[in-house]
């Protein structure tokens, strides 16, 4: 974790991950951090308290590729490369089996869950998507996929086969996708920014 003031320079090491970092945010709150790893887990930190671990959730059976937090900073949502979708308790890091359909996300960049299961093409495994991003509006979802186009579609989409703007760029595989921070480099309605 770096200190985005003046200089940057590290405000916390930790090495309690075997493998690599997948996903890394802070609540909205700024309070904790959450770190979703390639070990199937993720660790939840206390900012307050000098990055102190508070929490590990374990669940997945696969790589965690992607988390959110809820706006209230109580629960934390993963999406496993298994395409399993759990949430968490923020605070004691134990599973949520209890559906949460009406949770409010901070952000939403797993390519799972009612909100998004329209982003995925007819007969799709599920994998073909490599990274998902709401805009921050709220209006829009962009995704990146393995066939090297960048889609955008309105959000929520739930819609099966959801109409969508498609964009070609990329030769092959697109890793990653993101609006930036005020969704000026991102598209509002049929114009190009």
Known sequence: ??????????????????????DIKYSPNN??????????????????KGY??????SGHSATVRGLDWSTDSSMVQTASADLELLLWNARTGKQITLPQRDAAWATYTVALGFSVMGIFPPCADGTEINSVDRSKD????????????VKMFNYPCVVEDAPHRAYRGHSSHVMGVRFNADDSLGFKGDDKQ
């Not at 985005?4 to 970092?21: C, I, M, N, T």
């Not at 102190?52 to 959730?57: D, E, F, P, Q, T």
């Open 138 to 149: 709220q209006k829009f979802i962009v995704t990146a996929d393995d066939h090297g186009m």
């Open 52 to 57: 102190s671990r508070m929490a590990r959730c």
């Open 1 to 22: 974790v770096l200190d985005q003031g003046s200089h940057l320079r590290p405000l916390h090491q930790a090495h309690d991950s075997k493998e690599g970092v997948s």
């Open 31 to 48: 309070r904790f951090l959450a770190v979703a790893t390639f070990d199937t887990w993720i660790d939840l930190y206390n900012v307050d």
